[in-house]
């Protein structure tokens, strides 16, 4: 697609419950990115990747935060047994290569919602 | 760990004023970077600045990577209400295997007609 395109928009999970999220980055772009935005703050570092291989996961919260990206491209997110301070916008952003210019394409993120 | 200082936190001008917004650190930074992020979407870079002492711009859009590395600022000349949203400077250092970028906590920009 022309730009990453992020699943599902807005989600509202019950705390317990486990969700993921999706993030389909821009076509042939070897670098992936997760941030977490909380409501009023700039993006925090989660987690990257360069093609499947996941080089840094320092900014996972914790345990309950798992990323992947098995063939490269596609990426998901899964949060386990959801806590309401897990309520944030999730940010996935893509680029090119693996050159490290900080020059990210940045979804429209989801919307996570925990009661 | 990093953090950045980013002021004001909201700005409120009429139509035409120019803007300045700026960022610093306590730490070095490689590359200093500007995004825009409007409601409901993700951030948009506007600006990528590579040498202490840079000065870029993008349209009307002036910004400068100060000489210590550790401090930035955006400029907006003749604001218009498209204008409107939340700035957001962002440091990156360039170390091998350190990848992510130490946003601010933004400017809210807001434009009267």
């Known amino acids: 697609g022309a730009g990453v395109s992020q699943s599902p928009r807005y989600k509202v999970a019950k705390r317990g419950q486990d969700v993921a999220l999706r993030c389909d980055p821009i076509s042939g772009h070897v670098s992936l990115f997760w941030y977490q935005q909380a409501l009023g703050q700039g993006p925090e570092f989660l987690t990257y990747f360069q093609n499947e291989a996941q080089l840094d996961k320092s900014g996972l919260p914790s345990d309950r935060f798992f990323a992947e990206r098995p063939e490269g491209s596609v990426s998901t997110l899964k949060i386990q047994r959801t806590q309401q301070e897990d309520s944030a916008v999730y940010l996935c952003?893509?680029?090119?290569?693996?050159?490290?210019?900080?020059?990210?394409?940045f979804g429209e993120g989801s919307r996570l919602t925990v009661l | 760990g990093q953090q950045l200082n980013q002021s004001p936190q909201s700005m409120f001008i009429q139509e035409g004023e120019d803007v300045s917004m700026n960022c610093t650190s306590s730490?070095?930074?490689?590359?200093w970077l500007w995004y825009k992020q409007d409601p409901g979407e993700g951030p948009v870079l506007l600006i990528a600045l590579y040498k202490a002492g840079e000065l870029t711009s993008n349209g009307r859009l002036t910004a400068q990577f100060g000489i210590t590395r550790k401090d930035s600022f955006l400029n907006i000349s003749a604001s218009i209400p498209s204008d409107v949203g939340i700035y957001f400077c962002a440091g990156h250092v360039m170390d091998t295997g350190r990848r992510a970028l130490t946003f601010g906590s933004g400017t809210r920009l807001q434009v009267q007609p």
């Open positions: 730490s070095i930074f490689n590359t």
């Open positions: 952003a893509s680029t090119l290569s693996g050159a490290n210019t900080g020059e990210l394409f």
